[in-house]
């Protein structure tokens, strides 16, 4: 957003144009790792980094699909979820998950299939955000698992359990605890970039990319 920001002052002001063509020249990755805690990796596009703040989250450790992906882990309560998107192209048995990059066939499917969003190639964009899965691919129905072995797709009353965490230990948007209530703990899970800004979450109270 600082890059929009600077591009459309630029126009009246010879400084920050300047600083516009510089933007792409900069594009520089700050890695903070700690052990124990989620690494994080933060792009740089403008060569003011005052309002960098990079908060380290206790990791419950790492797991490893059947492609070799390894990815984060956080304790919530007494469950433990990924931090990552599963991007793995394998069932754990090691049988492949069809790969689908057309529009037509993957609404129409109804066997299972994968893609990767906008059907990119490139390991930055995958690793970021995963693989899209249809419902054949993690329906109950189907007797091959995509979850690394010893892991599974949450169920419905899983999600409850976290939802309920979250109220009661006052991650509600608003900080109310009350579980009998609709719950308005997505925020706090909610990545800090990466919204698209539309005029229901740029201006809801409450919503996920509303005053992150």
Same mark, same amino acid.
């Given at each position: 957003?600082?890059g929009?920001?600077?591009?459309?002052?630029?126009?009246?002001?010879?400084?920050?144009?300047?600083?516009?063509?510089?933007?792409?020249?900069?594009? #520089?990755?700050? /890695? %903070? @790792?700690?052990?124990?805690?989620?690494?994080?990796?933060?792009?740089? $596009? !403008?060569?003011d +980094?005052?309002?960098?703040?990079?908060?380290?989250?206790?990791?419950?450790?790492?797991?490893?699909?059947?492609?070799?992906?390894?990815?984060?882990?956080?304790?919530?309560?007494?469950?433990v979820?990924?931090?990552?998107?599963?991007?793995?192209?394998?069932?754990?048995?090691?049988?492949?998950?069809?790969? #689908?990059?057309? /529009? %037509? @066939?993957?609404?129409?499917?109804?066997?299972?299939?994968?893609?990767? $969003? !906008?059907?990119? +190639?490139?390991s930055?964009?995958?690793?970021?955000?995963?693989?899209?899965?249809?419902?054949y691919?993690?329906?109950?129905?189907?007797?091959?698992?995509?979850?690394?072995?010893?892991?599974?797709?949450?169920?419905?009353?899983?999600?409850?359990?976290?939802?309920?965490?979250?109220?009661?230990?006052?991650?509600?948007?608003?900080?109310?605890?009350?579980?009998?209530?609709?719950?308005?703990?997505?925020?706090?899970?909610?990545?800090? +970039?990466?919204?698209?800004?539309?005029?229901?979450?740029?201006?809801?109270t409450?919503?996920?990319?509303?005053?992150?």
């Open positions: 957003s600082s929009i920001s600077v591009t459309t002052q630029g126009s009246s002001s010879n400084h920050l144009a300047k600083q516009v063509k510089a933007t792409a020249a900069i594009n #520089d990755v700050i /890695a %903070a @790792t700690k052990i124990g805690y989620l690494n994080y990796r933060v792009v740089v $596009y !403008n060569s +980094t005052s309002g960098i703040a990079i908060k380290m989250i206790a990791s419950a450790g790492t797991v490893t699909d059947v492609d070799g992906n390894v990815y984060q882990t956080v304790r919530i309560g007494n469950q979820w990924m931090a990552e998107n599963l991007r793995v192209t394998k069932y754990n048995d090691g049988s492949i998950i069809p790969l #689908d990059t057309s /529009a %037509a @066939t993957w609404y129409n499917a109804t066997t299972p299939k994968y893609c990767f $969003y !906008n059907n990119t +190639t490139d930055g964009s995958i690793r970021k955000y995963g693989a899209r899965y249809n419902w691919v993690v329906s109950p129905a189907n007797l091959k698992k995509i979850a690394p072995t010893g892991w599974h797709v949450p169920s419905d009353s899983e999600w409850t359990v976290l939802e309920n965490d979250l109220v009661l230990n006052g991650y509600n948007w608003d900080g109310t605890k009350d579980t009998a209530q609709y719950n308005k703990g997505a925020k706090s899970l909610a990545a800090k +970039t990466d919204w698209y800004i539309d005029w229901y979450i740029d201006t809801t409450g919503a996920i990319g509303n005053n992150l």
